[in-house]
């Protein structure tokens, strides 16, 4: 499984920016996909999910109503709308994948792509 995140870059508070994720896996429909961040000094954090089939959303509260998660299952590709950025929001983002399907388990994980909201 290879995971491909891009989308990142230097915003202002209050800006939008869409992250995409293009996953090389077969059966991408039945995979649950997430979207992950890291800030500086920081642990790991999960932001938000999508389940495969029908696409069920699950946020955290601390993005939930300004970020939105999607997914194109005909391209193998899970997307993050992010909008009215937060200099919190500042991070390294990160798109992660189970191993098997119907499991929320994430064990594969993209490069990472820095986004970066100023105040």
């Known amino acids: 499984v290879q995971l491909q995140a891009s989308g990142g870059g230097l915003v202002r508070a209050g800006d939008s920016l869409r992250l995409s994720c293009e996953a090389s896996?077969?059966?991408?429909?039945?995979?649950?996909m997430a979207w992950f961040r890291q800030a500086p000094g920081k642990e790991r954090e999960w932001v938000a999910s999508?389940?495969?089939?029908?696409?069920?959303?699950y946020y955290h509260d601390s993005v939930k109503g300004r970020f939105t998660i999607t997914r194109d299952n005909n391209k193998n590709m899970v997307y993050l709308q992010m909008d009215s950025l937060k200099p919190e929001d500042t991070a390294v983002y990160y798109c992660?994948?189970?191993?098997?399907?119907?499991?929320?388990?994430?064990?594969?994980w993209g490069q990472g792509t820095l986004v970066t909201v100023s105040s």
């Open positions: 999508i389940s495969w089939s029908p696409g069920t959303t």
């Open positions: 992660a994948a189970p191993d098997r399907a119907n499991s929320y388990d994430y064990r594969y």
């Open positions: 896996v077969r059966h991408f429909s039945s995979l649950a």
